[in-house]
T-cell receptor, first 114, second 112 residues
């Protein structure tokens, strides 16, 4: 497809489980972003990649959150030992080159931690 | 503390009339402002933007106004159409910092 895709679209995890969320950016897009959107709130920045380099991870809420983009394309956001407060929609976005280039968002993964 | 605030969680407007969505920000260093539109179960899509060197940007039915002294921006949609019903987020970027800061969103409903 032409857009950003994310999988799974929905994930239910028991508290304490590890989860992995996948993002396929638009082909050729250099920059990739992860955001967390809690219910009733706007998206909040988590981390940013330029190619395979993670240039900013200032928004990751704890060391249980880890993101990677080893080949500069697909990215995975991993959450270890999930907690109820991790329940949110996780959005991935990509842009052609960063800077002020438009960020194109995927549909998100809705994570529910029981 | 919220750096970007959308104080109206919801707004209802008659079809054909003007919709005005508002956004306030706290940091005078923000220099690029955007509006995104979001339908249920979809990611946000870019609508319109404005740089801090301008006070108005227009694109078809959509106009964004920026008042730097008041740290306020607004989105005007005229005429409003049923397909405009969605959640609208304002977002700001700080000197190309590569991370957008979003407001909480305003749910716009256009009534036929």
């Amino acid at each position: 497809g032409a857009g950003v895709s994310q999988s799974p679209r929905y994930k239910v995890a028991k508290r304490g489980q590890d989860v992995a969320l996948r993002c396929d950016p638009i082909s050729g897009h250099v920059s990739l972003f992860w955001y967390q959107q809690a219910l009733g709130q706007g998206p909040e920045f988590l981390t940013y990649f330029q190619n395979e380099a993670q240039l900013d991870k200032s928004g990751l809420p704890s060391d249980r959150f880890f993101a990677e983009r080893p080949e500069g394309s697909v990215s995975t956001l991993k959450i270890q030992r999930t907690q109820q407060e991790d329940s949110a929609v996780y959005l991935c976005a990509s842009s052609l080159a960063g800077g002020l280039d438009e960020q194109f968002f995927g549909p998100g993964t809705r994570l529910t931690v029981l | 503390d919220q750096q970007v605030k959308q104080n109206s969680p919801s707004l209802s407007v008659q079809e054909g009339r003007i919709s005005i969505l508002n956004c306030d920000y706290t940091n005078s260093m923000f220099d690029y402002f955007l509006w995104y539109k979001k339908y249920p179960a979809e990611g946000p899509t870019f609508l319109i933007s404005i740089s801090s060197i301008k006070d108005k940007n227009e694109d078809g039915r959509f106009t964004v106004f920026l008042n730097k002294s008041a740290k306020h921006l607004s989105l005007h949609i005229v005429p409003s159409q049923p397909g405009d019903s969605a959640v609208y987020f304002c977002a700001v970027d700080l000197q190309g910092a590569q991370k957008l800061v979003f407001g909480q969103g305003t749910r716009l409903t256009i009534n036929p």
